[in-house]
Nanobody, 129 residues
Framework: QVQLVESGGGSVRTGDSLTLSCVLS????????MGWFRQGPGEEREFVAA????????YYAESLKDRFIISRDNAKNTCFLQMNSRQQDDPGVYFC??????????????????????WGQGIQVTVSS
């Protein structure tokens, strides 16, 4: 059974940076692409970023691509989300998820939450001014 555990959340001030981590267990990390989604209070879950299993291709929500960086360390079964210049509309619960999508699949596929099979429980991120 694949399990995903997020860490690194918390409260940061506007403009600061924060990096989230997600460790996968119970599966072969290099066979999965990884994604991050977030959900604000009273809002639907939205796509943040994704990275193909090889790490060669990354996909971002258009509004976040200039501030967020997704990466992975296959030797450590870990995916990272570096969030720079935190803003007031960034807070929420951040989820990591895994998908069997490959390098040949398009960005639109990576942005659909229904294409992800296993999800972490989520981690809270807040931003203070």
């Amino acid at each position: 059974q694949v399990q995903l555990v997020e860490s690194g959340g918390g409260s940061v001030r506007t403009g600061d940076s924060l990096t989230l981590s997600c460790v996968l267990s119970g599966g072969t990390f290099t066979t999965y692409a990884m994604g991050w989604f977030r959900q604000g209070p009273g809002e639907e879950r939205e796509f943040v970023a994704a990275v193909a299993w090889s790490g060669r291709n990354q996909y971002y929500a258009e509004s976040l691509k200039d501030r967020f960086i997704i990466s992975r360390d296959n030797a450590k079964n870990t995916c990272f989300l570096q969030m720079n210049s935190r803003q007031q509309d960034d807070p929420g619960v951040y989820f990591c998820a895994e998908t069997g999508l490959g390098d040949c699949d398009g960005g639109a596929d990576y942005r659909r939450s229904r294409n992800y099979d296993y999800w972490g429980q989520g981690i809270q991120v807040t931003v203070s001014s």
